[in-house]
C-alpha cells in the first residue's frame, strides 16, 4: 500500500514570496491533515479536512495560509505571502476517518524562507 | 501550562537496557494516545496507539495509560542503537475530531 506522498520535498524562498505544497494521502483515507512542524519542536495542527469539507482550521494562519481538498482526495497548501518564520517543516497526514483512527504522515516539505 | 508535556532530554541509555519514556496531558476528557518515532531530517512514525488504561505490548514496546493521573508511557526493551531517535507523544483532545495535541518529544540515545 503506498504511503502519503508530498511534493516538493525542500523549498527555499525569499520573503514575501508565494509557495504551494501538494499531498495525496493514502487511497481511502477520508480525512487529511497539515501540520508545521518548528526544528525542536512536535508537529502543530493547521488545518485538518475530512473528504472536501474542512473540520479545524483554528490554528491556521488565515491572513497568509490557505487550503483546499477540492475532489476530496490530494489537497494543496500555499503561503502568500511568506515570513521569516514561516521556516520550517509542512507534514501531510492522512487517517480513515478523525476520532481514533491512527494518523500517518507523508515525508514533509522543509521550507526555508530567507 | 503546556497540553501535553514530555521531557526533552536527551535520555542516554546503554544497548539492551530498558528506556523509559515518559508524557503528560491536561485535557481529561482525551481519549486515544499515540507514540510516533521521528528520526532526524525524517517525518513522524507511528509505532504505537493505545486506547484503554493499562499496558499495551507490541514487539520490544510497550505502552502504558493511566487516565486517572493523565500520564502516559512508552518502554522500549532491549534498547538497540537504532532505537536512537526523538520520541513524540501525541493526545487525540476530548472532542475527538482527531486532532492531535504532540509533545515536544523526547530525544533517546542509545550507546553501544
Known amino acids: 500500500e503506498a504511503g502519503v506522498a508530498q511534493s516538493p520535498r525542500y523549498k527555499i524562498i525569499e520573503k514575501r514570496q508565494s509557495v504551494a505544497f501538494w499531498c495525496n494521502p493514502i487511497?481511502?483515507?477520508?480525512?487529511l491533515y497539515w501540520y508545521q512542524q518548528i526544528l525542536g519542536q512536535g508537529p502543530k495542527l493547521l488545518i485538518q479536512f475530512q473528504n472536501n469539507g474542512v473540520v479545524d482550521d483554528s490554528q491556521l494562519p488565515k491572513d497568509r495560509f490557505s487550503a483546499e481538498r477540492l475532489k476530496g482526495v490530494d489537497s494543496t497548501l500555499k503561503i502568500q505571502p511568506a515570513k521569516l518564520e514561516d521556516s520550517a517543516v509542512y507534514l501531510c497526514?492522512?487517517?480513515?476517518?478523525?476520532?481514533?483512527?491512527?494518523?500517518?504522515f507523508g515525508p514533509g516539505t522543509r521550507l526555508t524562507v530567507l | 501550562q503546556k497540553e501535553v508535556e514530555q521531557n526533552s532530554g536527551p535520555l542516554s541509555v546503554p544497548e539492551g537496557a530498558i528506556a523509559s519514556l515518559n508524557c503528560t496531558y491536561s485535557?481529561?476528557?482525551?481519549?486515544?494516545f499515540f507514540w510516533y518515532r521521528q528520526y532526524s531530517g525524517k517525518s513522524p512514525e507511528l509505532i504505537m496507539s493505545i486506547y484503554s488504561n493499562g499496558d499495551k505490548e507490541d514487539g520490544r514496546f510497550t505502552a502504558q495509560l493511566n487516565k486517572a493521573s493523565q500520564y502516559v508511557s512508552l518502554l522500549i526493551r532491549d534498547s538497540q542503537p537504532s532505537d536512537s531517535a526523538t520520541y513524540l507523544c501525541a493526545v487525540n483532545g476530548s472532542g475527538n475530531t482527531g486532532k492531535l495535541i504532540f509533545g515536544q518529544g523526547t530525544t533517546l540515545q542509545v550507546k553501544p
Open positions: 497526514a492522512s487517517s480513515l476517518v478523525g476520532g481514533y483512527n491512527e494518523q500517518f
Open positions: 485535557d481529561r476528557g482525551s481519549q486515544s
Open positions: 487511497s481511502g483515507h477520508a480525512t
